[in-house]
């Protein structure tokens, strides 16, 4: 069993859509203290402007990726995601790195993924590349953290889960999450936990439909997990935005 | 600065995702206030304690603010990380060093009256003694940063 393409594709722009609006409401909620950060001559005013317009810009482009282009707007599809790619790279320049960090980098392949899928007007093959890049990106993602992870000792010892859930310093723990990480067992196992399943992530490209549903199904704990654990909420949404393409390539 | 920018928009286009960290040593901004001549204990600029909220798996503006600010201040920390006395120095000149008492000042709470702040960058590791890394002039505590 597989995924057809148009569901695919349909499902990572909900996916990815959501995830950029929910960035939009968060940068524009906290427009000033983001504005502090914006290289340039003007005044934090000026830029939380900026901001504002620039953000509004993506909600709306995001708000079509979420409810469907339609018959009429398709045409035009790849304009959406080249707005969104330019605008992602020019807040890079203002802010000097990603907005969000990890899930920017992330959200910013699958837009380059749904471009060179949308451009599969011209060439049906470029429907499969786009959703190839998408699941490479995925893949490699999961990897190179869990190989850098495994060659750690600090990780492989669960020191480095310890040290996290001690202190504030990364991340605001979650308060249940910092009692736990008193067991030296349980730091451990979370570590083994963590390293095994993203070194093994490639597999999903190996296993039948059960099986990935099984291993995607684990990968959202995860995302959820950090979440609630450490406030990493905009991954759910920019990694299980290339859990679609997945389930499309065997 | 353009160098920078380039490498920036590359990693954008090219992701490594090696984006690691074993928590081994962590960057912190400490403020104190000055009135009248006096000045306050130093404190930590983002709260030690642990969130009880799990909304936040919603909707986390606050906490991605926030990491963000870190985001920053460990990038401005990692030229002076190694004591080089240039490195320091180019650092106090920075329009970045501006950025980061913007950053302090928009964070002081308003319990204790202040005229003037100061803010320090500390590295600290589990079990091992903290690093000063620097230490700001004293600054004023209303007014634009930029």
């Not at chain 1, 990480?181 to 439909?209: K, M, R």
């Not at chain 2, 380039?6 to 490594?16: R, W």
């Not at chain 2, 969130?51 to 606050?62: G, L, M, V």
Request: hydrophobic share 50%.
């Amino acid at each position: 069993m597989t995924l057809e393409p148009t569901v695919a594709i349909r499902a990572t722009q909900l996916l990815i859509g959501i995830g950029i609006a929910l960035q939009a409401a968060e940068v524009l909620a906290t427009r000033s203290a983001h504005a502090r950060l914006c290289i340039g001559k003007h005044p934090p005013d000026f830029w939380a402007q900026w901001l504002t317009a620039k953000i509004l810009v993506r909600l709306a482009l995001s708000a079509v990726l979420i409810v469907g282009f339609g018959k009429y707007l398709q045409v035009i599809e790849p304009v959406f995601y080249m707005g969104l790619i330019f605008s992602s790279v020019g807040l890079v320049i203002r802010l000097n790195g990603p907005l969000g960090g990890g899930s920017d980098s992330m959200t910013f392949q699958v837009l380059i993924g749904l471009l060179i899928a949308a451009l599969g007007v011209a060439n049906p093959i470029l429907v499969q590349v786009g959703l190839g890049w998408i699941a490479a990106q995925s893949v490699l993602s999961y990897f190179i953290a869990g190989v850098a992870k495994l060659r750690n000792e600090n990780w492989r010892r669960g020191l480095a889960i310890r040290n996290l859930m001690r202190s504030n310093a990364a991340y605001t723990v979650f308060a249940p999450a910092r009692r736990l990480a008193n067991s030296g067992t349980l730091c451990l196992a979370a570590s083994w936990a963590i390293i095994l399943f993203e070194v093994a992530f490639p597999a999903v490209l190996l296993l039948p439909w059960e099986g990935k549903l099984a291993m995607l199904s684990a990968g959202l704990l995860f995302h959820i997990t950090n979440a609630v654990v450490l406030g990493l909420n905009r991954f759910i949404w920019a990694w299980g935005a290339t859990y679609p393409a997945l389930l499309y390539f065997t | 600065m353009i160098a920078t920018t380039l490498s920036n928009i590359l990693k954008l286009f090219l992701p490594s995702w090696n984006f690691f960290n074993d928590f081994s040593t962590f960057l912190r901004l400490d403020v104190r206030t000055i009135h009248d001549g006096c000045e306050s204990e130093w404190r930590p600029l983002y709260s030690t304690a642990p969130t009880p909220s799990i909304r936040r798996i919603f909707f986390n503006a606050d906490g991605n603010a926030e990491l963000l600010e870190k985001t920053f201040i460990d990038r401005m920390a990692e030229n002076i990380a190694d004591e080089d006395q240039k490195a320091v120095k180019r650092f106090e000149s920075d329009t970045n060093i501006l950025m980061l008492a913007g950053i302090a000042r928009s964070r002081l709470t308003t319990t204790q009256p202040a005229d003037q702040f100061q803010f320090r960058l500390v590295m600290a590791s589990p079990g091992e003694a903290e690093e000063v890394l620097f230490v700001s002039a004293h600054l004023p505590a209303q007014g634009e940063s930029q």
